[in-house]
T-cell receptor, first 113, second 120 residues
Framework: DGGITQSPKYLFRKEGQNVTLSCEQNLNHDAMYWYRQDPGQGLRLIYYSQIVNDFQKGDIAEGYSVSREKKESFPLTVTSAQKNPTAFYLC????????????FGPGTRLTVT | AQTVTQSQPEMSVQEAETVTLSCTYDTSESDYYLFWYKQPPSRQMILVIRQEAYKQQNATENRFSVNFQKAAKSFSLKISDSQLGDAAMYFCASPWVNMYSGGGADGLTFGKGTHLIIQP
């Protein structure tokens, strides 16, 4: 089965701790993306990566970090510097072309208390 | 900055009837695609339909069709013969096209969504 996996589905952390969200794809897509979704809001872009070993900040990158060491993996770290980390996080991937249809993983719900 | 506006936070329709969800966008690009995504209670984002801005013909996927008005920057989604399984949040999205790197998308700008309720 080709697709995007995110783990875990639910994640709980104490304030002040860093936490890493996993995203893996086996679609052979070049580009990968991280979005954040808050209640009543659309998705907002955190980071994206066009190719391995390269990534760019999106609209709301502060308090987050990423790496792209392998084509199929794009983990997101939510650091203690992120002021409001509780949210639903979605990972997506796409072929890098003008159509750029993005396919999404099932998401991770992060709760920080 | 790109903006995508969905002016209907919630819509309700009777099963088997037709409903139209509105979306307007603002982009300076001349060559782009527009998308409608569906997010059911499972929260999985599912692509519903895409429209290429250069095509005059409105896109259609089974019961889903768009009314694309390029000059007005309007991209509405029409759902015919509504079914209970259509109940979901619907998001309109426009890509940030990276013209310096092969025309791929640096990301999508999403509207805030429309919550569609299907009345049995």
């Amino acid at each position: 089965d080709g697709g995007i996996t995110q783990s875990p589905k639910y994640l709980f952390r104490k304030e002040g701790q860093n936490v890493t969200l996993s995203c893996e794809q086996n679609l052979n897509h070049d580009a990968m993306y991280w979005y954040r979704q808050d209640p009543g809001q659309g998705l907002r872009l955190i980071y994206y990566s066009q190719i391995v070993n390269d990534f760019q900040k999106g609209d709301i990158a502060e308090g987050y970090s990423v790496s792209r060491e392998k084509k199929e993996s794009f983990p997101l770290t939510v650091t203690s510097a992120q002021k409001n980390p509780t949210a639903f996080y979605l990972c997506a991937s796409s072929i890098w072309d003008r159509e750029s249809v993005q396919y999404f993983g099932p998401g991770t719900r992060l709760t920080v208390t | 900055a790109q903006t995508v506006t969905q002016s209907q936070p919630e819509m309700s329709v009777q099963e088997a009837e037709t409903v139209t969800l509105s979306c307007t966008y603002d982009t300076s690009e001349s060559d782009y695609y527009l998308f409608w995504y569906k997010q059911p209670p499972s929260r999985q984002m599912i692509l519903v339909i895409r429209q290429e801005a250069y095509k005059q013909q409105n896109a259609t996927e089974n019961r889903f069709s768009v009314n694309f008005q390029k000059a007005a920057k309007s991209f509405s989604l029409k759902i015919s013969d509504s079914q209970l399984g259509d109940a979901a949040m619907y998001f309109c999205a426009s890509p940030w096209v990276n013209m310096y790197s092969g025309g791929g998308a640096d990301g999508l700008t999403f509207g805030k969504g429309t919550h569609l309720i299907i009345q049995p």
